[in-house]
């Protein structure tokens, strides 16, 4: 098991509101970027979190995949494949919709 090189993550946060970034990986290398990611994600309450990969100005999602979470239980997952990141793309989690309680969520690169 490879080690992990990057803990990405804006900490827990009480009353979310809809588009809050719980963890962004910042923006890729020049070139091409290969990360091997693990997700973690925590809430007291149910809530959707969306995974985005973000274009080189952080401005449209290329790809959303969401991520419902059950009241008072963790997320966590390892993607079996690498992620390849564009110069400038970004990776980040996201609320998708207000969240009347307490969330974090975790991007782990290798």
Same mark, same amino acid.
């Given at each position: 098991?490879? &080690? *992990?090189?990057?803990? $990405?993550?804006?900490?827990?946060?009480?009353? #979310? $509101? +809809?588009?809050?970034?719980? %963890? +962004?990986?910042?923006? %890729? +290398?020049?070139?091409?970027? @290969?990360? !091997?990611?693990? =997700? =973690?994600? %925590?809430?007291?309450? %149910? &809530?959707?979190?969306?995974?985005? $990969?973000? +274009?080189? @100005?952080?401005? *449209?999602?290329?790809? @959303?995949?969401? *991520?419902?979470?059950?009241? #008072? !239980?963790?997320? !966590?997952? #390892?993607?079996? #494949?690498? *992620?390849?990141?564009?110069?400038?793309?970004? =990776?980040? $989690?996201?609320?998708?919709? &207000?969240?009347?309680? @307490?969330?974090?969520?975790?991007?782990?690169?290798?």
């Amino acid at each position: 098991m490879a &080690a *992990i090189e990057s803990w $990405l993550t804006e900490g827990p946060k009480a009353s #979310a $509101l +809809d588009g809050t970034v719980l %963890a +962004d990986t910042g923006p %890729a +290398d020049e070139g091409f970027t @290969t990360l !091997q990611v693990s =997700l =973690l994600i %925590a809430s007291s309450v %149910a &809530a959707r979190v969306d995974l985005e $990969l973000r +274009d080189d @100005t952080n401005t *449209i999602s290329i790809r @959303t995949v969401p *991520i419902f979470v059950v009241a #008072a !239980q963790t997320f !966590q997952t #390892a993607l079996t #494949a690498g *992620i390849v990141l564009g110069s400038g793309q970004r =990776l980040r $989690l996201i609320t998708n919709g &207000a969240v009347l309680g @307490t969330i974090g969520g975790s991007i782990f690169t290798q």
